[in-house]
Nanobody, 123 residues
Framework: QVQLVESGGGLVQAGGSLRLSCAASGRPFSNYHMAWFRQAPGKEREFVAGISWSGGVPPYADFVKGRFIISRDNAKTTVSLQMNSLKPEDTAVYYC????????????????WGQGTQVTVSS
């Protein structure tokens, strides 16, 4: 059984928007810090945004600040990524991830990973 399942990816024109969601099951979701990563062809997986279980200011990678918004709904056990003003360089497979402990500035190891959802932004 998949514990984290992403959805909402697709093909959009540059400047458009997409909203990704990640559904969790089988674990006490609210205990986990959640994050979005992405991986483009020929590149390493990179951190996009994170959101803690206890609140606080969500961290964002510099390349998405002002464009993407991460949020979570613990009652629905989901985490979302609203992506606005999309650029071709945002094209990647997007993954959600969960960890009980944040390490290495949100870029350390994670306990759970989703299968990924493809986002393609055309010029």
């Amino acid at each position: 059984q998949v514990q984290l399942v992403e959805s909402g990816g697709g093909l959009v024109q540059a400047g458009g928007s997409l909203r990704l969601s990640c559904a969790a099951s089988g674990r006490p979701f609210s205990n986990y810090h959640m994050a979005w990563f992405r991986q483009a062809p020929g590149k390493e997986r990179e951190f996009v945004a994170g959101i803690s279980w206890s609140g606080g200011v969500p961290p964002y990678a510099d390349f998405v600040k002002g464009r993407f918004i991460i949020s979570r709904d613990n009652a629905k056990t989901t985490v979302s990524l609203q992506m606005n003003s999309l650029k071709p360089e945002d094209t990647a497979v997007y993954y959600c991830a969960a960890t009980l402990v944040v390490t290495n500035g949100w870029r350390g190891s994670y306990d759970l990973w989703g299968q990924g959802t493809q986002v393609t932004v055309s010029s």
